[in-house]
Structures are given as C-alpha cells and as structure tokens.
C-alpha cells in the first residue's frame, strides 16, 4: 500500500557530506512521524533522526551539529543532511514513516529498503 524509496547514498571521504532522500508513495492520506535509522554490519539499528509532521526534530547525540532532519509534506518526502562525516556513519541508512491510510484507523509504520553510505578515512 505504502512505498518508501531512498536515495543519495554513496562512497565519502571523511570530512564530505551526503544528502540522502526518502520519498513515500501509495496510498497516504496522512504521515505522521518520519525518521532516519542506520545500521552497521555488526550492530544492531539506531536511531539517527525524527521530524514530527510539525516539523520538530530530535537527534541522536553522535549526529547532532551534523546531521540535519527535514521534510517535505507536499511531495511526502524527508530528507538527512550529512555533514563531516565520519567513517563511523558507515551503515546502511534506513528511512521510516507513520502513516495513515485510511480515515478513523490507526496509522502504520512502513520503512524504506536501505542507502548503503561509506565513509572512507
């Protein structure tokens, strides 16, 4: 019912910065929360970043001052700006979404396939 398609992921040396986008399609009446997850090989996934649909933003600590949250409600797409990036942002990035697709139901929470991004020393 409810893609989400990521993209902008990508090969970075240390200091570079990336943009990733996520845009959802399908039926949406409405999306709530959105967010960005990344997991590395190994470790299990964390959170990176959320954007309420007012547009408030919360961070994990090792991104904050880098990583930049944003949306854009008319195209249902969120993005995550990467700024100095480090090796260890190395993960597949996954988005996420809170959306609702019917009226008088609860919404669901449907998530992207993964970017892979690679921070290089």
């Known amino acids: 019912q409810v893609q989400l398609v990521e993209s902008g992921g990508g090969l970075v040396q240390a200091g570079g910065s990336l943009r990733l986008s996520c845009a959802a399609s399908?039926?949406?009446?409405?999306?709530?929360?959105m967010g960005w997850y990344r997991q590395a090989p190994g470790k299990q996934r964390e959170l990176v970043a959320t954007i309420t649909s007012g547009s408030r933003t919360a961070y994990a600590d090792s991104v904050k001052g880098r990583f930049t949250i944003s949306r854009d409600n008319a195209k249902n797409t969120v993005y995550l700006q990467m700024n100095s990036l480090r090796p260890e942002d190395t993960a597949v990035y996954y988005c996420?979404?809170?959306?609702?697709?019917?009226?008088?139901?609860?919404?669901?929470?449907?998530w992207g396939q993964g970017t892979q991004v690679t921070v290089s020393s």
């Open positions: 996420n979404a809170d959306v609702q697709t019917r009226w008088y139901s609860t919404s669901n929470v449907y």
């Open positions: 399908g039926r949406i009446l409405s999306i709530n929360a």
